[in-house]
Nanobody
């Protein structure tokens, strides 16, 4: 059973930085796509950043140039470096991974940006 554990969330001031991690366990195989999603209060969950097995990345327009997604396939771990954050980045950040036709979600980590 695949389990995803996010860490690194917390309270940060506007303009600050935060690094999220997502560690996957329960699989001897690396994953295909890995991504970060977030859900702000009263809003739908949205894709923040995605990285493929080969390292290709895709970002939401709102975070381009500020966030960087990366992965360590040997450790089955994914990261999200968040720089120059603003209050609109506040939300619960979820890790999502795909292997073949199967998707897995983490339980989320709260990120709060104070103005």
């Amino acid at each position: 059973q695949v389990q995803l554990v996010e860490s690194g969330g917390g309270l940060v001031q506007t303009g600050g930085s935060l690094k999220l991690s997502c560690a996957a366990s329960g699989s001897t195989f690396s994953f295909d796509d890995m991504g970060w999603y977030r859900q702000a209060p009263g809003k739908q969950r949205e894709l923040v950043a995605l990285i493929t097995r080969s390292g290709s990345t895709n970002y939401a327009n709102s975070v381009k140039g500020r966030f960087a997604i990366s992965r360590d396939n040997a450790k089955n771990t994914m990261y999200l470096q968040m720089n120059n954050v603003n209050p609109e980045d506040t939300g619960v950040y979820y890790c999502n991974v795909r292997r073949l036709a199967y998707y897995y979600w983490g339980q989320g980590t709260q990120v709060t940006v104070s103005s």
